[in-house]
């Protein structure tokens, strides 16, 4: 019965003829869209740490669901990013307590600082 079987899908050619698929070696290009997440996710799992359970809990927001923050508006860090100790050029691992657009590179050079009178 020819009525009962697979049909072969009609391409138009770039004359705009119709084509049986499979006549010509042209490959049509497939487009497909990223599909962005759009729903929240929440994890709750059980975990045992020697002798007493704890529950961990993880939220997942989707970025298409946060506000976008222009490059300008971000917060940066302020104050130099070098020990404040003179003489010394390392990078600051450490801030003061009072102050913390000042730090230091190294607990010694934190207790120096903080043994200082303030400026």
């Known amino acids: 019965m020819p009525g009962i079987g697979r049909r072969k899908a009609k391409v138009k050619d770039d004359e705009g003829e119709g084509a049986e698929e499979g006549d010509e070696d042209e490959v049509m290009e497939v487009v497909q869209e990223e599909t962005k997440p759009v729903m929240y996710r929440w994890i ?15 939220f997942s927001v989707p970025q ?12 940066r860090p302020q104050g130099s990013a070098i020990c404040a100790v003179q003489g010394c050029n390392q990078l600051r691992r450490y801030r003061l307590v009072r102050d913390w657009k000042i730090g230091a590179c190294g607990m010694s050079h934190l207790k120096l600082l903080e043994g200082q009178a303030p400026r």
């Open 44 to 58: 709750s799992s059980k975990k045992v740490v020697g002798n007493s359970p704890s529950m961990v809990l993880s």
């Open 64 to 75: 298409t669901a946060l506000p976008i923050v222009p490059v300008s508006e971000r917060s």
